[in-house]
């Protein structure tokens, strides 16, 4: 139920929110939907949403059926892959192939491009786990960046619980 209608109106004309009231309805049909436990609502003051993980994450495997929009790993609802490690975050989303920085950017959900290479490339770089692939040229427009064989090696030795899977997937 919306407190105050005209404050809602707004947001909703300025992109802030898709619709008012169907935020609760939508994480529970998500939770559903990758069969996780329904996350639990609390308001004591202010609102908390409780999500709790799969009992076992070993044996998923990502929807990789759904049509894609731009990202060659990403479709139109999911998520960049979770992980601790901005570094391995970023391997998992170049297993399928060569991407560019902004589709990388878009899909980890940064926006900041200094973030970006100083937390997630120039470390990846550095190891030696991701390159150019015209590395002739670092600052083309048309420049992307594909894993390398020490990148599928460092994600197969993944000790998370997920390295199996992976290193089938690779």
């Known amino acids: 139920m919306r407190r105050n209608p005209l404050f809602a109106d707004l947001l909703h ?5 898709e619709k008012a009231g169907t ?14 436990p329904e996350p639990q609502f ?22 990789r059926s759904r049509p894609s929009t731009g990202s060659a790993t990403q479709s139109a609802t ?7 490690d901005p570094v391995l975050r970023l391997l998992l989303l170049l297993v399928d192939g060569d991407q560019a ?25 550095n190891e030696g786990w991701i390159a150019f692939t015209i590395p002739d040229r670092p600052s083309s427009r048309l420049q992307r960046y594909r894993l390398t064989d020490a990148g599928r090696a460092r994600l197969a030795a993944r000790k998370d619980g997920k ?8």
């Open 101 to 125: 920085p902004d589709a990388l950017r878009q899909a980890l959900g940064i926006k900041h491009r200094p973030t970006f290479r100083k937390n997630y490339v120039q470390p990846a770089m």
């Open 78 to 84: 999911q998520s960049a892959p979770q992980s601790s």
């Open 163 to 170: 390295g199996d899977h992976l290193a089938r997937e690779l």
């Open 23 to 36: 935020g609760i309805r939508r994480m529970r049909d998500a939770a559903r939907a990758h069969g996780s």
């Open 42 to 63: 609390e308001n004591g003051g202010s609102f908390v949403a409780t999500f709790r993980p799969l009992a076992d994450t070993s044996d998923f495997e990502p929807d």
């Open 13 to 17: 004309r300025i992109e802030y929110i």
